[in-house]
C-alpha cells in the first residue's frame, strides 16, 4: 500500500467518478481503476460499490477512507516540515444549511492553521445533499438540525446511510428580519403579526418535502411564499421586501452586518437541536476535529447571535 494508491482512493472518493478523478489525477482512467483495484485486493475489502449509475463508497469503504485521510494529512505535513514548499494542498470539506456560525467557523479554521496551500470547501446546500454529502465522503463534517417533527424521517435516513448526529446546541424559534421591519421593535412576535409579511425559505429540490426543511415550523401555510437557494439573496429580500424567514436566531453581526436582526416567535413546544454529522466508522481528522472545535466555540460565545 503506497501513499499513492491512497490519494488515488480518496480523489475517487471525492468525484464519485472514476472518470473525473482520472483527469484530476492525470492517469488515464483504465490505470486508475486498476489501481483501485489492486488497492482493493491488497486491503481484502471493496472500497468502492459500483453500479450503472456510477460508484459510492461502501461502509468498509468509508472507514478507510477516513484512516486514509489522515495518513496523507500527516505525510503533508512531514513533507511540509522537511521537504520545504513541496507538499500538497491539504483538503478539507464541510457540507452545511445556511448557518453563519459554520461559516465563522470554518473562517477561524483557516486563519488559526495558517496552512500555505490548502484545497477547502465548504458547501451551504440542501438537507438531502448534506447527508448525501458525508455519506459518500465528498464532506467529512454536515451540519444540520433536528427537532420533534423530522427526527423520524432524518433520523432513518441517517441510519440507513450509517451517519451519526452530535448535538452542538438547542434553540428556541426565531424570525430573522430587517432592522427597519417593524417587527423588530418587538421583544417577540406571533405568527399572526408575521401574517401579511413574505415568507423567505431555501428550496430543497427534489427532496422538497416539509421533513427536509431547514426552516422550523415548515407545514405551516403562508399567503406570501418565495423559495430561495442561497443566504445572500435571503437577506436581501428580507431587507427589500420586509420579508422574514424562520431560524435559530444564532446570526453574525460580522458576516451579515447589522441590517438583519433575530426576534423570538412566540410559541410553545418548538425547538431546534442543531449539530454535525459524521460517518460513523470513519475517525475525524485533525482539520475535522479542530473545526468541531471551532463550532462549539462560535456557539458557546455567542459572539454571533
Known amino acids: 500500500m503506497t501513499l499513492q494508491q491512497l490519494r488515488y482512493a480518496v480523489t475517487v472518493a471525492e468525484h464519485c467518478s472514476m472518470n473525473d478523478a482520472a ?3 492525470f492517469i488515464s482512467q483504465p490505470s486508475l481503476s486498476n489501481a483501485i483495484k489492486d488497492l482493493e ?3 481484502g475489502i471493496s472500497i468502492f460499490t459500483r453500479t450503472n449509475k456510477g460508484i459510492t463508497v461502501s461502509s468498509e469503504g468509508a472507514e478507510f477512507l477516513g484512516y486514509a485521510r489522515q495518513v496523507m494529512e500527516q505525510a503533508s505535513l512531514l513533507e511540509e516540515r522537511y521537504k520545504g514548499g513541496t507538499s500538497r494542498k491539504v483538503k478539507f470539506s464541510v457540507s452545511t444549511q445556511h448557518y453563519s456560525f459554520a461559516v465563522n467557523a470554518f473562517v477561524d479554521l483557516i486563519k488559526d492553521c495558517g496552512f500555505d496551500k490548502y484545497d477547502f470547501q465548504l458547501r451551504e446546500t440542501r ?3 448534506i447527508i448525501e454529502d458525508v455519506k459518500n465522503m465528498n464532506s467529512e463534517i454536515g451540519i444540520l438540525y433536528l427537532n420533534e417533527f423530522n427526527y423520524k424521517v432524518i433520523h432513518k435516513l441517517l441510519k440507513e446511510k450509517e451517519l451519526v448526529f452530535n448535538e ?11 432592522k427597519d421591519n417593524p417587527l423588530s421593535k418587538k421583544d ?11 415568507y423567505l425559505s431555501f428550496e430543497q429540490g427534489n427532496y422538497n418535502s416539509f421533513y427536509y426543511s431547514e426552516e422550523i415550523l415548515s407545514t405551516l401555510s403562508h399567503n406570501k ?12 429580500l428580507l431587507i427589500g421586501l420586509n420579508g422574514y424567514t424562520i431560524s435559530t436566531g444564532v446570526i453574525s453581526e460580522a458576516l451579515n452586518g447589522k441590517n438583519i436582526v433575530a426576534i423570538p416567535i412566540d410559541v410553545k413546544d418548538e425547538e431546534m437541536r442543531v449539530g454535525y454529522i459524521v460517518h460513523k466508522e470513519v475517525t ?3 482539520l475535522g476535529q479542530i473545526y468541531i472545535e471551532k463550532l462549539k466555540h462560535a456557539v458557546d460565545a455567542r459572539t454571533c447571535s
Open 23 to 25: 483527469k484530476e489525477l
Open 41 to 43: 485486493k491488497e486491503v
Open 127 to 129: 438537507t438531502y445533499e
Open 168 to 178: 452542538l446546541f438547542k434553540a428556541n424559534p426565531h424570525v430573522f428580519i430587517s
Open 188 to 198: 417577540k412576535v406571533t405568527l399572526d403579526d408575521l401574517d401579511e409579511y413574505p
Open 225 to 236: 411564499s418565495i423559495k430561495v437557494s442561497d443566504r445572500a439573496t435571503l437577506f436581501n
Open 284 to 286: 475525524l481528522s485533525r
